[in-house]
């Protein structure tokens, strides 16, 4: 029986989820697969994959805070509590700070829980909130999976959202460029439209990092999208997009730019009430990004949502978040 013929966008979209799944095996420091552990332990059997991300898994160190997303099968499995469960079904994820003694070292860890499908609605292009998408277009790594089926499915999910960033990139970026020009100009624009303590430079360490692996995503996600391009001798590439698409784009840019900011600050007061340890790990983060160290009253400890609007109106001032 001959084989069914498979399309240009479909065998380029089956190599770079190829790419991005052997991405995601990457060898971990022992440290980050046993807190992967001890996540999916905490699950009451409702966790299925524990991604790793961040500044750690392109250092290697164990210091600072290590960065999970916890992927579960339903949230009630995971809490147990039925506020918390709501809070995250209607404004994910929910954030969680977890402090595990791993060889008589103290692992920190900033943990993002959300259902999988949550997960997967997220690295839409169309979706409305960008930081998940732009997060997963960069490196990320399987710490702790289920098993094979939960990999596959992390792996699908994320090679939507390199191909949702390539989209924007294409339609934001500049006319022509080399692949790392289009992923640091989308990079610059999500990195606006968040209530950011990294400083603007924050994009060249992203580059800097597994460069040549932007390289050769960008084409790929372009083509599984559909997306005609051509390319020169020099390796400039020129994305086939009119005018009018572009204009549309920007429209639909300038709406995300504006709610994101807004939407970041809503979820800073949600993490008052979900965020175990929130407030000192914000502040940690804040001083570890921009040098700022800041002490909070005792009444902004004890009524976090009343205090929150000088705080940040006060980080904003200082530069500490932009």
């Given at each position: ?5 498979i ?19 990457l ?20 966790v ?11 250092s ?86 289920r ?18 960033a ?12 080399r ?5 640091q ?67 639909g ?17 949600k993490?008052a ?50």
């Amino acid at each position: 029986m001959t084989a069914p013929l498979i399309s240009a966008a479909e065998a380029a979209r089956a190599a770079l989820k190829a790419l991005l799944a052997d991405e995601l095996a990457l060898d971990l420091p022992d440290g980050v697969r046993a807190a992967a552990e001890v996540l999916a332990a905490r699950g009451h059997g409702s966790v299925n994959t524990v991604l790793f991300y961040g500044s750690n898994l392109r250092s290697g160190a164990l210091d600072g805070v290590l960065d999970f997303y916890v992927l579960v099968d339903s949230l009630r499995g995971w809490y147990r509590r039925r506020l918390p469960a709501a809070a995250n079904r209607v404004l994910p994820p929910n954030i969680l700070y977890l402090e595990h003694d791993y060889e008589g070292h103290k692992l920190r860890a900033k943990v993002a829980v959300l259902r999988s499908d949550q997960f997967l609605g997220a690295m839409a292009r169309g979706s409305l909130d960008t930081t998940m998408w732009a997060r997963y277009s960069q490196p990320a790594a399987i710490a702790w999976a289920r098993d094979g089926d939960a990999r596959d499915a992390a792996a699908e999910a994320i090679t939507e959202a390199v191909i949702s960033a390539s989209g924007w990139a294409a339609r934001l970026g500049p006319l022509s460029g080399r692949a790392r020009d289009f992923w640091q100009a989308l990079y610059k624009r999500t990195y606006s439209a968040e209530l950011r303590v990294e400083k603007a430079s924050r994009t060249d360490t992203l580059m800097a990092y597994g460069g040549e692996r932007y390289d050769t995503v960008l084409p790929l996600a372009w083509t599984a999208a559909g997306l005609p391009y051509s390319a020169d001798s020099e390796g400039r590439l020129q994305p086939q997009i009119d005018d009018m698409t572009r204009h549309a784009a920007k429209a639909g840019w300038a709406l995300r730019h504006g709610i994101g900011k807004p939407l970041n600050f809503i979820r800073l007061v949600k993490s008052a009430y979900t965020f175990d340890g929130g407030v000192d790990y914000l502040l940690w983060k804040i001083e570890r990004h921009s040098g700022l160290k800041v002490e909070l009253k005792p009444w902004q400890r004890r009524h976090p949502i009343l205090a929150a609007p000088g705080v940040l109106w006060m980080l904003r001032r200082k530069g500490a978040i932009r």
